[in-house]
C-alpha cells in the first residue's frame, strides 16, 4: 500500500487568471501580479468579485479581446483601425457615440461573419 499524498492545489500565472476575469493584467493590484492564482482562489474572485476587480470590469482598462467584445468588432479589426492598447469604458463608450466609417465597416465585416458562421453551423447539423 503506498503512503497517501495530499493532491497541491491547481495554479496558474496571474496572466492566465487575469485572461480568464477579462481583465489587464498590469491594471491590477500588485498582490494579484505577484504570485500564482489557484483554482480555488479563481472560483472565488469569479463568484464574489472584490471592489477592485469589479471596478477594473466596470470601468477598465480592458484586454483588447474585450475591448473588441464592447465595440462588436474582432481584434483584427481593431488592429486595422490602429487600436492597438487597452481602453477604458469611457472611451469605448466615446468611440460608440462617434461611430467612425471604420468602426461600422468593421461591425458589418463581424455581422456577416457571425451570420455565415450560423450558416455553416446549421448546415453540419442537417448533414
Known sequence: M???RTKTPQTMKPATAAK???ILLSAAP???QEGPVSRN???????DPPPWLADLRREGPHP?????????VSASGLARAGITGPLTTAEIED????NPDWLEREQAIQAEVRKENLRLKQQRAKA
Do not use: C, H, I, M
Open 20 to 22: 480568464k476575469l477579462g
Open 30 to 32: 500588485a498582490e494579484f
Open 41 to 47: 482562489e479563481l472560483n472565488a474572485l469569479q463568484a
Open 64 to 72: 483588447r479581446q474585450v475591448v473588441a467584445a464592447k465595440l462588436r
Open 95 to 98: 468611440l460608440k457615440a462617434e
Open 2 to 4: 503506498s503512503p497517501s
